[in-house]
């Protein structure tokens, strides 16, 4: 009976079981049922119906396989082309941030002389990840290049990077023996480096480049200066060019004005000198010359601070020279002729200040004399007599109180009184208390002879028509010819006489200023200068001498004043310049006092 029970139990429980797996089945098939649309969804997507797994997981692999040995290939490639292509090829890719000498346009004078073009120059670089000893090779590079910073170069060798430069520009023959070493990890490049022929003669205005041949200083900064679009324009791409740039500057004009400023500049001892040819119809600056002056191929000279271009850099108070344009400022007022007089028998009295003559008539004074005997007197009381606004307007119109602008980036503002009153008009009115760039002041001297046209000074080649389009009328043309009668006077009785070359019909204007040295105006430092124009009665070129600091000579009878110095200068300037100009003498010419009769009679 028990075990009856037992094998019922059993069977009930065997039964039990079949329906437990009986459900189990089902639940199974009800799970299936609600997973089977996404998988089979999946799997369409994937593979689509009734694919052969199998196949697309060998596709799959071969596929795999395929991608590997073409990432090979290229790597193997790679490792060929780097074995067989020179070092300076690969070191060109890899630093191209780190060289940047791109060629440059030669510079041409009017003429088509060179004064600056580009050669190709070997640079040295090293790899140093495979440099495998480093002393070794700055013990052997210092043997070749003697000038390198051995401590730096070791210090490059053994840095982790895989560029660096070790020497610019280095000579054929030390490439040679650098070569000869056979040192791994070092390597060279050519570059364009930048070579100036005439050396110091041009420097102030052509300038100088960096390591990179980037411009620095002078025109070669101002074409770097104009952009990508105009430096095409004007021939600068990273390739050789044909397309030059070519400059006012003639560079026989230019050596023979340098020739005769070194001279003065021993004679008389003066700290610095310097000298200007320009054309007077087109503001071309033909000449330009500051000494001391420095190397184009050595630009280091530059830093020295007593090698400014004291033309363009340099403001000075000018001294008489001014005088020029006080008087031109007077007769174009209309309200002051040349028969007017002005009285010069005492110093004038101004507050706490007295205005002398250097040379003292102690009469009164017409305005031809107050301009031959150069008298701050009649200067100061034409200037008070038109009145501080009037001076003032009529300086700004000849560009004197604005920064003058041209190629030549290297410019100074003019140091313009800042409470401009009446003591301010009596001392500008002589020359004394502003202060403006010699370049500047030509400017306004070649407005006054030119027929009264303010033409802007170039460096670039221009012509007469052109530099119309760039001209302002600033005073009347008869008032261009009253000032070139009185220039023109000047050389032939006044205090410009030594500069009277027979031929060219000279006229001009002395200037001699006193310079302030610890706030005080010394009477033993002083800054003279020389205006010509020639000839004087068909204008053509326009020459500045001017001497910083000059010394008495017993020639001079101990005088360092400008008709002593600056204008024998300019003298000499002019005849040998005026011939390589094309100017052809001219005899027989009349004298200023015919010249102004024909044209600038006065109607009162």
């Known amino acids: 009976m028990s075990a009856y029970v037992a094998s019922a139990s059993g069977s009930a429980s065997t039964a039990g079981g079949f329906a437990t797996a009986a459900g189990s089945v089902h639940g199974g098939k009800a799970a299936q049922g609600g997973e089977s649309w996404r998988r089979r969804l ?44 020179p070092d300076s090829q690969i070191a060109r890719r890899n630093s191209a941030a780190d060289a940047v000498s791109t060629a440059r346009p030669e510079i041409l004078d009017r003429n088509g002389e060179i004064l600056a073009t580009d050669i190709r120059a070997p640079s040295l670089f090293a790899e140093p990840h495979r440099i495998i000893d480093v002393d070794e090779a700055v013990e052997l590079l210092a043997e070749i ?9 070791r210090e490059r060798l053994s840095s982790k990077r895989r560029f660096a430069w070790l020497k610019r520009e280095i ?23 930048r ?59 230019q050596h023979a004005l340098r020739d005769e400023l070194i001279k003065a500049r021993s ?14 119809r087109t503001g071309e600056v033909v000449a330009m010359v500051s000494l001391p002056d420095y190397d184009s191929n050595n630009p280091r000279e530059a830093l020295d601070r007593d090698r400014i271009n004291r033309l363009t850099v340099g403001v000075y108070e000018m001294g008489s020279t001014f005088k020029s344009l006080t008087i031109a400022m007077a007769l174009d007022s209309g309200r002051i002729g040349l028969k007017d007089s002005f009285d010069a028998r005492a110093p004038l009295v101004y507050g706490k200040h007295t205005v002398h003559d250097f040379h003292p008539q102690n009469r009164i004074l017409t305005v031809p004399e107050i301009f031959t005997y150069s008298s701050n007197i009649g200067s100061a009381r034409m200037a008070l007599k038109l009145g501080v606004e009037y ?51 030509m400017m306004a001297v070649g407005a006054l002879v030119n027929g009264g046209n303010l033409i802007p000074p170039t460096f670039r080649k221009r012509t007469e028509q052109e530099a119309l389009t760039y001209a302002t009328r600033v005073i009347k043309p008869e008032t261009s010819e009253k000032m070139r009668y009185l220039m023109r006077l000047n050389v032939e009785k006044g205090t410009a006489t030594k500069a009277d070359v027979p031929g060219y019909y000279v006229g001009g204007k002395t200037g001699t200023a006193e310079k302030v040295v610890a706030g005080r105006y010394s009477k033993t430092r002083v800054l003279t200068s020389f205006t010509a124009v020639l000839p004087a009665d068909q204008p053509r070129y326009l020459v500045l001498i001017m001497l910083d600091e000059p010394q008495g000579l017993p020639e001079t009878n101990g005088f360092a004043t400008s008709g002593w110095n600056a204008v024998p200068v300019g003298g000499a300037v002019i005849a040998r310049v ?4 094309g100017l052809e003498p001219r005899f027989e010419l009349p004298k200023s006092d015919q010249l102004i009769l024909a044209s600038a009679r006065e109607s009162r």
Do not use: C
């Open 42 to 85: 999946v799997r369409k997507l994937l593979y689509g119906n009734n694919v052969d797994r199998d196949a697309k997981a060998r596709a799959r692999l071969g596929l795999a396989i395929l991608a590997f040995a073409v990432g090979y290939a290229v790597m193997a490639g790679r490792l060929i082309m780097f074995a067989s292509v």
């Open 145 to 153: 290049v003697p000038d390198i910073d051995v401590a730096e170069i």
């Open 171 to 193: 000579t054929p023959k030390q490439r040679a023996d650098i070569y000869r070493l056979g040192l791994p990890g070092l390597g060279f490049m050519q570059e364009s480096k």
């Open 195 to 253: 070579i100036y022929p005439n050396g110091n003669a041009v420097s102030h205005v052509v300038g100088h480049v960096n390591v990179d041949n980037q411009g620095i200083a002078g025109i070669e900064r101002w074409l770097d200066s104009r952009g990508l679009a105009e430096l095409h324009m004007a021939g600068l791409t990273t390739d050789r060019l044909d397309t030059p740039v070519e400059l006012s500057i003639d560079l026989r004009a």
């Open 267 to 280: 004679k008389f001892k003066a700290k610095g000198v310097a000298g200007l040819v320009t054309d007077a």
């Open 391 to 441: 001076h003032k307007s009529f300086l700004r119109k000849l560009g004197q109180l604005d920064r003058l602008r041209t190629e030549v980036p290297e410019s100074t503002d003019p140091l313009v009184p800042r409470n401009w009153g009446e003591l301010n008009t009596v001392t500008i009115a002589f020359g004394h208390g502003l202060s403006v760039a010699p370049l500047q002041a």
């Open 578 to 581: 005026a011939p390589l100009l």
